[in-house]
């Protein structure tokens, strides 16, 4: 549901993004704005600043920026409606109701049976791991050394060896066959009616990001098949779009995250220290799950079984996580198959290590191709060299281009030159050299003259949030339609609009706009400011400077607009000409 503007305002002001920040930042006012150290990313230097005035956040280092609902969203992984909403329940505002039709409301109360059911369920599996008829399950984890603290942290639970306990269960609750079945936790035939999905095995509850327990994993006691089994996609359940562990990961401040293959994984790499750790749910890692690793961070881990399927699971999840622009290592579990049983023989400090020392994807693919070829056959090793020029022609950068030819040269004994000379006969030969402006390594790119402009634009912005008192100054000269893409246009036309009617909030801007990425560009719009700037002359020339780099960018988007042939066209090149010349000799400044 698509709250009105009014609603959406309401809850905002009664929610000092000061106040709200500060229940998860530690916050010291410098200067006009609070700093503190970054949630979003890794950092030693408090480079996250909270602007009471503007009701804005920004973070230099890695950029993110919005508004107090825009942090909910980000810190708790939350929709625009449930940040809105648990903001408004915070301030004791009252939401109108959501789409009252009777659709509407059957899909919500099925949606919350659903989430009920589970929760249930979770508590029955949890009760039964304790008590005598969970004996069985108890001492696997005790084998597998999880300490009780764990195992209650984790939730974790058994299902009985008989087949309908939880149906059983579930039906005295008060649910319904129908909804037990939907939520994912028992089927039908017609020779056993409604009975359990799970039985004899030890139960692992599956949380969202928000701690509901939406569905489950077992691992069956003895030799039975599957060996993990885990609940269907259900309303409440998309596997492709979750993963083990996030509802507690989410806060790590590692800087990073841990991908594995299996709960247990995950479970010993908490219980170790390593609160970073997540693992897919009995699918392979797919595109969705990296987009939602994105939004807590820039790095991943990979940590799969050492085995040849391990290896091949993390090379398809270096190129999902390339694809999807986060920078991604591969730890090396060599000599033990997986994390549990590494940090079981050689401890957490060690693995701590190896995860420091997480090797490079691209030296890892490297090393995984070195072993397909027999390395003392002349044959088979120029073989290796090709693809490793192949490889190479992958990188879009040249400097990054040379500075992996350097390094792969350096690792595999081959003279530097004769290796460049293969890597250009490769992209000769239909390998081309990626020329796009994106490195998939996440290497930065050039900046270009529309950078520049943008620059200009935001630092002309933010001046104007600071001191509206200048806008009939820069009016004078400049219009929204000199801002250079939509974006920076629709900004600039609400906030020309807002402060001439007295009413402008750089908070209510960011919720014209729904996307992400588009909340952190309009809240670095607010947040670029003049640096070394410390007499009037200095102050004054920056201001003219600004001005007239935004004029000229706006004519200069504008003539590209026009066509050669059109009648127009000479005749607002020629008063843009003058335009830009009249302001380049004006004396205009923000104090006078």
């Given at each position: 549901m698509r709250y009105s503007d009014d609603i959406i305002e309401e809850v905002r002001?009664?929610?000092?993004?000061?106040?709200?920040?500060?229940?998860?930042?530690?916050?010291?006012?410098?200067?006009?704005?609070?700093?503190?150290?970054?949630?979003f990313h890794n950092e030693k230097s408090g480079s996250f600043s909270v602007s009471q005035s503007k009701q804005i956040f920004h973070c230099f280092g890695c950029g993110a920026g919005g508004n107090v609902i825009s942090f909910l969203m980000k810190y708790d992984n939350l929709t625009f409606t449930e940040a809105l909403q648990q903001l408004a329940e915070r301030a004791g505002v009252r939401l109108p109701e959501a789409d009252d039709s009777p659709q509407a409301r059957a899909m919500r109360d099925k949606r919350q049976m659903l989430l009920d059911i589970n929760r249930e369920a979770a508590k029955y599996y949890y009760r039964n791991l304790r008590a005598k008829s969970g004996e069985k399950g108890m001492q696997y984890f005790k084998q597998r050394q999880l300490t009780d603290e764990t195992m209650k942290h984790f939730g974790l639970g058994f299902a009985n060896m008989t087949s309908d306990d939880l149906v059983k269960y579930l039906r005295q609750m008060g649910f319904e066959d129908k909804l037990i079945i939907e939520a994912g936790l028992a089927s039908f035939d017609e020779q056993r009616g409604t009975h359990d999905k799970f039985w004899n095995r030890v139960m692992f509850p599956i949380s969202d990001a928000q701690g509901k327990v939406i569905g489950f994993g077992g691992r069956v006691m003895g030799d039975g098949k599957p060996k993990y089994l885990n609940s269907p996609e259900t309303p409440i359940f998309d596997k492709s779009r979750n993963l083990f562990g996030l509802n507690y990961a989410k806060s790590s401040k590692a800087g990073y995250m841990i991908i594995c293959e299996g709960y247990m994984d995950v479970i010993a790499m908490h219980q170790a220290g390593f609160d970073m750790a997540v693992a897919s749910l009995g699918t392979a890692f797919t595109m969705g799950q990296a987009m939602i690793l994105k939004r807590y961070t820039d790095t991943v881990v990979l940590s799969y079984d050492s085995d040849e399927a391990g290896t091949k699971a993390a090379m398809r999840g270096i190129g999902i996580l390339k694809e999807v622009g986060l920078k991604g290592k591969v730890l090396d579990l060599r000599p033990y198959k997986d994390p549990d049983e590494f940090i079981k023989n050689l401890g957490k400090d060690e693995f701590e290590q190896r995860v420091k020392n997480a090797e490079n994807p691209f030296f890892f693919e490297a090393r995984v191709e070195e072993s397909r070829h027999d390395m003392s056959d002349p044959v088979s090793k120029t073989e290796f060299h090709r693809k490793l020029a192949a490889m190479l022609c992958e990188f879009e950068e040249a400097v990054e281009r040379e500075n992996y030819i350097e390094a792969t040269a350096a690792r595999y004994n081959i003279a530097v030159d004769d290796l460049?000379?293969?890597?250009?006969?490769?992209?000769?030969?239909?390998?081309?050299?990626?020329?796009?402006?994106?490195p998939k390594s996440g290497a930065a790119v050039k900046k270009t003259p529309e950078d520049s402009a943008r620059k200009n634009q935001r630092l002309l912005l933010t001046w104007l949030t600071d001191e509206p008192g200048i806008l009939p100054k820069v009016t004078k000269w400049v219009t929204p339609e000199d801002f250079s893409d939509d974006l920076y246009r629709s900004v600039?036309?609400?906030?020309?609009?807002?402060m001439q009617s007295g009413n402008f909030s750089p908070a209510a801007v960011i919720d014209r706009f729904g996307d992400e990425e588009e909340h952190r560009q309009v809240a670095e719009m607010f947040n670029t400011n003049l640096v070394d700037i410390e007499t009037p002359d200095q102050r004054r020339k920056a201001f003219h400077d600004i001005i007239y780099a935004v004029k000229q960018a706006g004519y200069e988007r504008q003539k590209k607009m026009l066509k050669p042939d059109d009648p127009?066209?000479?005749?607002?090149?020629?008063?843009?000409?003058?335009?830009?010349?009249?302001?380049?000799?004006?004396?205009?400044?923000p104090d006078d």
């Open positions: 002001s009664r929610n000092d993004i000061v106040d709200v920040v500060g229940q998860y930042v530690h916050l010291q006012k410098k200067g006009a704005n609070y700093f503190g150290l970054c949630p460049r000379k293969l890597v250009s006969a490769t992209a000769a030969k239909g390998v081309p050299v990626r020329t796009d402006n994106t600039a036309e609400e906030l020309f609009a807002g127009q066209y000479l005749m607002k090149t020629i008063q843009g000409k003058k335009d830009l010349e009249k302001l380049a000799h004006a004396d205009i400044s």
